[in-house]
Structures are given as structure tokens and as C-alpha cells.
């Protein structure tokens, strides 16, 4: 690997973490020389990394305006939450006809690092609710599957960072481990049944947003680029 796609890398990890544990909320806008300014690096690996985050639907790239944190609308919320429920309901029937051997305690142990990141207070908490979905579709063993519900995820935490009230994260790990519970007796009408109850209560959470100030996005990024030298 170049040590430029390599640099592009860790501004897309970057960029998509901040994004996913909304740091930085639909609309505000991603500068390349900002950006390449705080990473030490050319605005074309600056460039490279909007463009992948572009194509996951989560940053827009707007003629003669840049790029800017992608921002839905509430049209295209109910559809992706109607999408994504027949989505997971996919999941759902193929983990019930064949749970992996192991796909279960992959799980659980997700649901812990669910609830350490919640005790201590952590963004993490937004990201990795998100990641339990994409997880169980990765346990299917369908790319398809997994690249649909790993899209539809972000646009879904993309909608909650615009739309979405304050909420307990205790609430939606609950329901993550009821379900894992009715998975594990492959029960499939249950895990149905508490996957679309979790979903009408994350979608109900939508309301309008006047929106922020515009953040200092130098700021936020060094957070995230401390943590990507950690790893």
C-alpha cells in the first residue's frame, strides 16, 4: 500500500468515525485543505477519503461548494426506515434458519462493548448501536446483505443526527439483548417482533432541528486522529 492511500485511509477512518458517533452533525461542511491542514496532509488524500465517504452516502460533494456532511431529508428518512425494516427482517430469517457457531457469543460481546462505552459517557455508544446491526447482517455470511445494511445504518445515523430527540442508549441495548435471547432460541417470530418494535421506536424519535453553529472541525478531527494513532 502507498503511503498516500495509506494516509487516505486514516482520514476516511477519521472522518467516518466522527461522522457515525455525530461529532460532526448533516450539512457541516469538510474543507480538503482543512482537512489536509489537520492531518498533515495534501488535499488530494484529503480529496481521496471524501470521495469513498461520498460513495457510502455519507458525505455529498457539492459542484464549485465542496464537500459537506451529508444531509437527509425527511422524505428520504421514512424511506430508509421502511427499507431497513424489511432489510433486517432479512437478517432476521436467515439467523433463525442458520446462526453461525459462534455468532452468538460475537454477539454478546459486542453488547459489552455496547455497555462500556455507555458508562463511560462515550460517543462510541452512537456508533457502536449501529455496528450491532451490521454485525448481525456480517453473521448471515451474505455481502449483499452486508453491504445493504452496512449503507443503510449510516444514512440511518445520519437521520438521527438531524431529526433525532435525545434519547436513554440503555433502551436500545435492551432491546439488543432481548434479541440476541431470541436468537439464541431461534425464535424467529420474537426476534421479528422486538427488531420492529426497535426500529418504530429509533424512527419515532425523529423531529425537526433548528441546527448548530458551524463547529470547529480542526478540533473535532484531532480527537479522532489521537485515537487512530492509539490503535
Request: with cysteine; hydrophobic share 40%.
Amino acid at each position: 500500500m502507498s503511503t498516500q492511500q495509506s494516509r487516505s485511509d486514516a482520514i476516511y477512518a477519521s472522518l467516518r468515525r466522527a461522522i457515525l458517533e455525530q461529532a460532526l452533525k448533516p450539512g457541516v461542511k469538510l474543507p480538503e485543505d482543512s482537512i489536509g491542514d489537520t492531518f498533515g496532509v495534501s488535499r488530494t488524500s484529503a480529496r481521496n477519503a471524501l470521495l469513498r465517504l461520498a460513495s457510502d452516502g455519507l458525505v455529498e460533494i457539492r459542484p464549485n461548494r465542496g464537500a459537506a456532511v451529508a444531509m437527509p431529508t425527511l422524505e428520504e428518512a421514512k424511506e430508509v426506515f421502511s427499507l431497513r425494516r424489511c432489510l433486517e427482517r432479512e437478517v432476521i430469517e436467515r439467523l433463525c434458519t442458520r446462526m453461525p457457531k459462534d455468532g452468538i457469543d460475537a454477539l454478546v460481546s459486542h453488547i459489552r462493548e455496547e455497555e462500556r462505552a455507555l458508562r463511560a459517557s462515550s460517543p462510541r455508544s452512537i456508533r457502536l448501536a449501529g455496528e450491532f446491526h451490521i454485525l448481525l447482517a456480517e453473521l448471515t455470511g451474505s455481502k449483499l446483505l452486508i453491504d445493504f445494511i452496512s449503507q443503510i445504518v449510516s444514512r440511518s445515523s445520519l437521520i438521527l443526527a438531524r431529526f433525532g430527540r435525545p434519547h436513554s442508549a440503555e433502551c436500545g441495548i435492551d432491546e439488543h439483548i432481548q434479541l440476541i435471547e431470541a436468537l439464541k432460541n431461534l425464535d424467529k417470530e420474537t426476534a421479528i417482533q422486538i427488531m420492529d418494535h426497535h426500529l418504530h421506536a429509533v424512527e419515532d424519535r425523529a423531529k425537526a432541528d433548528d441546527g448548530d453553529a458551524e463547529p470547529d472541525i480542526a478540533q473535532i478531527l484531532n480527537h479522532y486522529i489521537t485515537e487512530q494513532s492509539q490503535r
